[in-house]
């Protein structure tokens, strides 16, 4: 009996501390969430910062899809916001995701901008313990005037 709690004692407990690999260091997802009020897609001068929207950092299986980890946290008066991550995710997917707006005027999920791929761990050279993940955005119900002058100018300049 005695054998067998040691055996566990030397090889399961190890594997189980190093399955969670928890950093020295916790890393930092930062980022930027804005209203787009001219409904672009991408960010304008009208586009402005929305404090208060909530946002989240998860973690998927790279084989299953299955979500492993989920962080949330909320964006300051300048629409930053900095998640806290303090395991590492060398082997999974991970992406900083609009959960909320703080805006009811302007909730709606810009596409391909409700979410951005962050690497959350320290085995890829990089040595920040920031990670910076794209600004994100909402967009607003209706486009605000002076809206149509902007996509005008922007139109202008793809030709």
Known sequence: ?????LLI?????PALVSATRMVKNPLVVQGHVYCDRCRAG??????????GAKVKVECSDRKTGE???KREGYTDSTGQYKIVVSEDHLDQICDAVLVKSSQPECAQLSPGRERARVILTNFNGIVSNTRYANSMG???????????EIMKLYQEEDE
Do not use: S
């Open 42 to 51: 991408f960010e304008t001068q009208k586009t402005r910062n929305m404090a």
């Open 1 to 5: 009996m005695g054998k067998i709690l």
């Open 9 to 13: 004692a030397l090889c399961v407990l």
């Open 67 to 69: 979500v492993v980890y």
């Open 138 to 148: 909402f967009m607003a119900d209706e486009a605000e005037a002076g809206c149509a």
